[in-house]
């Protein structure tokens, strides 16, 4: 038996070293002007096997960059790894593609020159894709955090600079605790530990460092739009908020929604300052297809940024970063700023990144009131800070008063440097302002549907409005058509819909809500094609949609419901809510739903081909045929007179528009469409589950092609008593 004193200091020593996975790192920034430090941001890598040409850039293009920029930390913020194979159809870890990320950051650390003690990287979701257990967690093997021995979610820097100020940058890792397979692996999930931790952290900064001389950075992989709660409803952002952080910065959405990706969160609350349950949300474009890097710059807790772009060409040009004053659109002022502080306030500055030695810079201030750029003052920038290195910093007083303005887009600042070579280079023109306003950020439709919709809550809201509309056109017709019918009102229904014209009276609307009563209507009388759909609604909302293996063949298999994967074999359920709203939201919208509709078009056609028949052709045949018989009685036959009467009726109804169906070959394209769309979904599902078992999900396979095929026989032929059906109308 082991003896008993080992049981308590066992205790202590996991209590310290769960303290030492948590304490933040210290990093002394000496070499920097006071209260300045930059910092820089790469996210998204995708290091693949089959795309070598994204490491071999980052060997090449972000060494050299952080060679020339020498950061106080770079931050790489998720998506290490592509976990794709070649066609991306399927995600899962190649331990290969880990191997050369860790190859190419030791690289980019030795070739830059900077220790691997200021590199700060974390998981994305592509870095959890298919990640059962820790056999696959090859993060916790190759990344960079694991040679540091930082294994804990949430891991935090404090970067000490001249003057005394502090710079607390919050890193944290809200991936998935089991990472399913894409496509169902989309969302942060936050846990409640996760966020305490955070609290912990910053509530002990908070303590040892005053707030007018610090700031807070935090920085993760995804945007907050495409977060979820926590167990107990807790929110990431409630929490940066709160304790008074600067700016979140992110990944995860790349360029393909839009360059500025950017959003500022308020939440109400008191604190130190009137800014301080405010900051923003900066996403980065990615390095995979934008080479894209930030440059982020805290001047006396002032958060600024600029986004690089790097080619291939290595033709590096000068970055030039405006500190102070800020971009009104979205950049943040330390919520300490009053406005009064002589100590930079009344200063135009700047940071200047260089390979050539710069000789001079020149602050331009433009007014924009005419409608046109203005040029109202140029300011010679005298350097203040490193002449011997490749950062310089640039700094002119200024009258900031002239500029007082209560738009926050009238004045705009341009700063222009020129090297030794004679080549200037200016900065993004920005406006500013110096009374606090902040410009509306405007975003395109892409960006506020990424950025503007929280999809976490947006899942359930669009979930149940699909299945309310669902409920609505197969109900309400059907119980409209038992009433009618009930009162013999239905066939007097049908003819006031389709004998109205403009002569008849009422108005268009009128019109238009009877006849799409009329066509639901028509679609809730067939009672199989009824009793299906009304079917496949209560399947996708009560049980499996399908089943396969979220980790990929050879691991647990389970089943997906609207409610997320349930996995029997490892006891978990409801595992990726909100993530399977890519495949639910898609088999609502683009295919259920279209199908209803489609279904009670066809079903409406035939009745108004039967009508019209009934009504017009019938009546037009028979016309026509008398007054043959009455011309030709004695030249025909019975026999020739029939046939006679048969060819006039069929070249009728080859003139007539109705009797040719145009509108149900329309109808049967758009079924082509939805018969696509489908297939195209249950094969992607297929193919990214390893679904070898199709056949036993029927709510999600079967059921559209079969209610599909009925409805397109049922409907095909004019029923034999269609004209004593409509013979009145």
């Known amino acids: 038996m082991a003896p008993i004193w080992r049981l308590p200091v066992a205790l202590i020593a996991l209590a310290l070293f769960a303290r030492i996975r948590c304490e933040e790192t210290k990093i002394d920034f000496s070499d920097a002007p006071d209260a300045v430090a930059w910092a820089v941001q790469i996210s998204d890598l995708h290091v693949s096997v089959f795309h070598p040409n994204r490491a071999e850039d980052l060997e090449i293009l972000a060494s050299r960059l952080l060679a020339l920029v020498r950061p106080a930390l770079v931050l790489v913020t ?21 191997m050369q990320y860790q190859k190419t950051m030791k690289h980019v650390s030795k070739e830059s020159r900077l220790p691997q003690s200021v590199f700060f990287d974390l998981r994305g979701n592509h870095d959890r894709f298919g990640v059962p257990n820790r056999e696959l967690d090859f993060f916790s093997r190759y990344s960079i955090s694991a040679d540091m021995n930082r294994v804990d979610p949430v891991q935090a820097a404090t970067v000490t600079v001249p003057g005394g100020w502090k710079y607390l940058f919050l890193g944290f890792d809200d991936t998935m605790a089991i990472g399913l397979r894409g496509p169902t692996n989309l969302f942060g999930h936050p846990t409640d530990s996760m966020l305490g931790k955070m609290v912990s952290l910053l509530e002990g900064f908070e303590k040892k460092h005053a707030p007018s001389s610090s700031a807070k950075v935090a920085f993760g992989h995804f945007p907050m739009s495409f977060t979820a709660s926590s167990e107990s409803g807790r929110r990431p952002e409630e929490i940066l908020a709160r304790h008074g952080i600067s700016a979140y910065l992110c990944g995860h959405l790349h360029t393909k929604f839009g360059k500025q990706l950017y959003r500022l969160h308020s939440y109400p609350g008191s604190g130190t300052f009137s800014r301080k349950n405010e900051f923003w949300e900066w996403e980065i474009g990615d390095w995979r297809g934008s080479r894209t890097v930030r440059v982020l710059s805290l001047d006396h807790g002032h958060t600024s940024f600029v986004d690089i772009r790097l080619d291939g060409t290595m033709n590096f040009t000068t970055i030039v970063l405006p500190t102070y004053p800020l971009d009104s659109r979205f950049m943040k002022r330390h919520p300490a700023y009053t406005g009064d502080d002589e100590d930079h306030g009344d200063r135009i500055r700047a940071l200047v990144f260089s390979e050539v030695p710069i000789t001079s810079a020149v602050a331009k201030v433009y007014d924009s009131k005419s409608g046109s750029l203005r040029l109202v003052d140029e300011l010679d920038m005298q350097l203040t800070w490193g002449p011997n290195n490749k950062a310089v910093f640039y700094e002119t007083r200024w009258r900031r008063n002239r500029y007082s303005d209560p738009s926050a887009l009238r004045y705009w600042l341009e700063v222009l440097v020129t090297d030794s070579s004679g080549r200037k280079t200016a900065s993004e023109l920005r406006p500013f302002s110096v009374d606090g306003k902040v410009a509306e950020l405007k975003w395109g439709f892409s960006e506020f549907l990424v950025m503007g919709v929280q999809w976490a809550d947006a899942y359930l809201l669009l979930f149940w409005l699909s299945i309310g509309l669902l409920a609505a056109v197969l109900l309400l017709p059907r119980l409209a058509y038992v009433r009618l019918k009930q009162k013999k009102a239905y066939k007097s229904f049908v003819s006031s819909v389709l004998a109205w014209n403009t002569k008849s009276g009422g108005s268009y609307l009128e019109y238009a809500l009877k006849s799409v009563g009329w066509i639901f209507m028509e679609g809730s009388r067939n009672d199989g ?19 396969g293996y979220p980790f990929g063949d050879g691991h647990a298999a389970g089943y997906l419901s609207r409610t997320g994967w349930h996995i029997q074999e490892l006891g978990k359920s409801g595992l990726a809510s909100p993530d399977v709203l890519v495949i639910v939201l898609p088999f609502l919208y683009m295919v259920v739903l279209p199908l209803s509709v489609v279904i009670a078009g066809l079903s409406a056609e035939r009745a108004a081909c039967e009508a019209h028949q009934a009504k017009h052709c019938g009546k037009t045949s028979k016309s026509e045929g008398s007054k043959m018989s009455r011309k030709k009685l004695n030249e025909k036959s019975d026999s020739g007179l029939l046939q006679l009467l048969e060819n006039e009726a069929k070249v009728e109804k080859k003139r007539c528009v109705v009797c040719s169906r145009w509108r149900r070959k329309a109808l049967l394209a758009v079924c082509l469409l939805i018969g696509w769309l489908h297939w195209r979904q249950c094969y992607w599902v297929a193919v990214a589950f390893d679904w070898k078992w199709g056949w036993a999900s029927p709510g999600f396979v079967w059921s559209v092609p079969v209610l599909m095929i009925s409805t397109i026989f049922t409907t095909c032929g004019i029923r034999k008593n269609s004209r004593q059906v409509y013979e009145h109308i």
């Open 78 to 98: 998720g998506d290490l790894t592509d976990a794709k194979n070649r066609d991306l159809s399927v995600t899962r870890q190649d331990e290969a593609e880990w």
């Open 529 to 547: 094609l009824w009793w299906g759909q009304l079917a496949l609604v209560t399947w996708l909302v009560f049980l499996p949609w399908f089943w």
